[in-house]
Nanobody
């Protein structure tokens, strides 16, 4: 089992920045990829970014490319999502997820955090 705990969400004005954190514990060696997804009110959950835990290579959705950056600190077993130039449409619950291989779809990730709310005001 892998436990994921997100933190860092909150209320921010448009154009501002936030950094989300996801602390992983448990059998983390079984998960090669870590990812962030988000779900806005009334919408389906969507992929934001993922990172290969060992090598650090990353992939970002087009909607956040150039504004968001996923990274990880192996010594802390923590994944981050640095969000800049935030827009009201970035408002959502952000979820951390862990899985065994590269994917941008939910079913590929076995473990999920509880989510953290990000609200961007205009």
């Amino acid at each position: 089992q892998v436990q994921l705990v997100e933190s860092g969400g909150g209320l921010v004005q448009a154009g501002g920045s936030l950094r989300l954190s996801c602390a992983a514990s448990g059998r983390t060696f079984s998960s090669n990829y870590m990812a962030w997804f988000r779900q806005a009110p009334g919408k389906e959950r969507e992929f934001v970014a993922n990172i290969l835990w060992s090598g650090g290579s990353t992939y970002h959705a087009d909607s956040v490319k150039g504004r968001f950056t996923i990274s990880r600190d192996k010594s802390k077993n923590t994944v981050y999502l640095q969000m800049s130039s935030l827009k009201p449409e970035d408002t959502a619950v952000y979820y951390c997820a862990a899985g065994g291989y590269f994917s941008t779809t939910e079913p590929s990730y076995n473990y999920w955090g509880q989510g953290t709310q990000v609200t961007v005001s205009s």
